[in-house]
Every structure is written in C-alpha cells, then in structure tokens.
C-alpha cells in the first residue's frame, strides 16, 4: 500500500504523536509499504531511510504567546496562514492543527498526482482541513489517543480566576475536533479507555473505532546489563507543568517517604517547570530531586534500568508510554488507576493506586522499595508483557490490517451524518 501519514509535529519530545509517527511509519516500511510523512515543525528524528517526507512551515506560535507579542520574523505574518496563526494565538486559541490541516489540504493535490497514494492517516491533528481529503476519493483515517474534551474539563476543574477559565475556554478546539472525527472513514485509538471516551464525547459509533494499542521499541527498550539498579530511586518521565501528569502528587508523596528516596525526573530542567519547583521548595524536599532535562534516547534508556521504579502518577492517560518503556526494561510501575493504564500496567507487572492521593502513592512506593523479590517478579512479568503485547512490530500490523479492511470495503465508511 502506499500510506500518506500526517501529523501536525513531529518531534518526539513534543508529545507522543511524534513518537507514534517516527516509529510507525518505520514499521509500515519495514512491512512492505511505501510510506510519505507530512509533518509539521518541530520536525522528526531523520526518516528519510524509510520514508518521503514533506515539511509543512508554520512560525510554531503555540509556545511563543506568554513571552512575546512579535515573532522573530514579522514580515512574514502577511502570509494567509501565518497570520491566522499569530491572530489565533494572542487570543489563546490552539490553532496549530488547524492551519496544519490547510497548509497540508494545499499540499495534498500536487502530492497525489506525483506519488498515487492509496490511503491518507491523519495523525491526531483533527483539523477543518482534514475532512475536504475526503473529497480526494481515498479513505482517510485518523489517530486520536484520547479527545481534548478530557482535557478542557481537567482545564477548568483546576483553574478559578477569570484568566484561567477564560484559556480553558478558548484554547482546545473540541467543537472542531468532534466535526472533524464523526467524518473521518476509521478512527484509531490506543485503548479501550480511548475508545470509550471518544465515544462518549465525540458522539463516533464504537464500529468506526478500532483499539490498536501503541508500540514501543522493545529491542531498544530493554535492559542490557550494563547498568547497576540504584537504590531507592524514584524516576519520573513527563512534562511536570502538565497537570494531568500530577507531578505535584509525586512530589508530595516524596514528602512522606524516607529521606533516603530520592526522585529524579526527565523534563525540561527549572525554571521551565517552575510548578513542580515550588510544590518541592515548599515541602521541603527539593534536595531530593534532580531535572535532567531533555535525554537522548540511550541516556533515557539508563535512566529507566539504573531506577528502582517508573512512578506515572497521572490523572489521565491515553496510553502512557513512559510506564510502558520501563516495564521493557525490566522496571517495575506505580501508577495512578486512570485511562488506560489498567490495560498497560497489570498487578503483575505494578501497582494501581487512585489519582491525587499521595499518601496511596507513598504507600505502594515505600511497599516495592521494601520488597526486592516482588520487584524483580514484577521486573521480569512487565518485560514479557511489552514483547508480547506492545512492540512496534505489532502496532503495525495491526493497523495495515486497518488499512487493508478499509480498502478492501469490509469496514464501513462514514455516509451517513452525525
């Protein structure tokens, strides 16, 4: 088959999509298939070995608004996209996967009569721009790990003052988002909690949503040796300053456990993530916390066999990959009993505890830290599970099986309208 895949970034360390498109469209290839990538700033790891990729320009505003009124090339606003962006943006809108959709609908046509492409996969962009691919006669697919809907409604449980409703407001577009899915011919997700949530909140009939739970690199992540585990070693993998990530949860469970405990998370280094910087000053424990800061992808992977555990304390997760690179590695998890980690992490492999409950969380820490034997069950149950269930090899299978049925016509499309 020949795939287009389009995503509206591509950076792995701008959020799992990147991850997704990298490895996916490796895997396709690697299966037989001729593989295009559109994608959007900032740009992927190199692909071209595998892959033809075409990238879509935007003045990546989505991270600017808070600092600066002007970007850093503002004779360029005066072109159409550019300047709806930067409209967009100083009104705190998330606009990106809306023009990403338009400049890649512009894109599409010349494509299409150079490479012939069998079907179109969107990747979690959404985009007004990505229904009118319909009308180039191929079925069009798309990824969405969970609706933004779960996150306006943690927007506005946390915020109170008129600034901060005001944002939660305006900033995720659900509305065109819902539009968009209810049109889209197949719908992918990478769990059942996904599944369910959009659903409920995008209104999709369950027979157009297929779960193909993520991949991981299982022959990357894995544990080789080479690394003595640390004691007492907590690890966190996450964007601190992201709420659903409770970050600050970890934080105030570190508070409770021994002095000896220490944490270290991979983000960006302070004051970038200033919320879990205050959260430590205030308990207490801010000496027992280290930031790396970005990792490459062997230092990521010591960082996951040198700790005692992975702890994901989130409030919501569509798949969470940080839980699964370190069940690869032999690394136990405690997590939070949200989403979709249930399906990812089993008692065999961690332990659940409920959201926003430190004192659970220190609990089922301090319990693994006490009891090597379990941890090394744990260890070894989590590594089978991720090379049975989660590698890259099985996600894409998976989902050129999606391809072939839809095809094929053995899936129905979306006719009729929402």
Known sequence: MRVCLLCYRGNPYSGGQGVYLYHLSRQLARLGHEVDVVVGPPYP??????????????????GVYRR???????????????????????????????????RALALLPRLLR???????????SLGYGMWPLKAFGLPVVTTVHHPLTIDRREAFARNRT????YHAAVFYPVRMQGFVIRRMDRVITASQAGSAAIQADFRV????ITVVPNGLDTAWF??????PREPARLLFVGNGDDLKKGAEVLVAALALLPERVRLRIVDEPYPARARVAEAAERLGVAHRIEVTGRLDPERLREEYCRCTLLVQPSLYEGFGLPAAEALACGTPVVATAVGAVPEVVTPETGVLVPPRDARALAGAIEA??????RRARMGAAGRRRMEQEFSWERCGERTAAVYAELLSGAVPGCAERP
């Open 45 to 62: 790891a190199p692909m071209e070995r595998w892959a033809r990729v075409h990238r879509v320009e935007n003045f990546r505003l989505w």
């Open 68 to 102: 600066e009124w002007l970007p850093a090339r503002p004779l360029e606003l005066f072109r159409p996209w550019h300047l709806a962006d930067f409209a967009a943006t100083r009104l705190r809108f998330f606009s990106e996967p809306l023009t990403f959709s338009f």
């Open 114 to 124: 150079r490479r012939g492409f069998d079907l179109l996969h969107d990747v979690q």
């Open 162 to 165: 008129f600034n901060g409703l």
């Open 205 to 208: 009939p369950a027979r157009r």
């Open 222 to 227: 894995r544990d080789p040796g080479r690394w």
């Open 368 to 373: 693994l830290l006490d009891d090597p034997a």
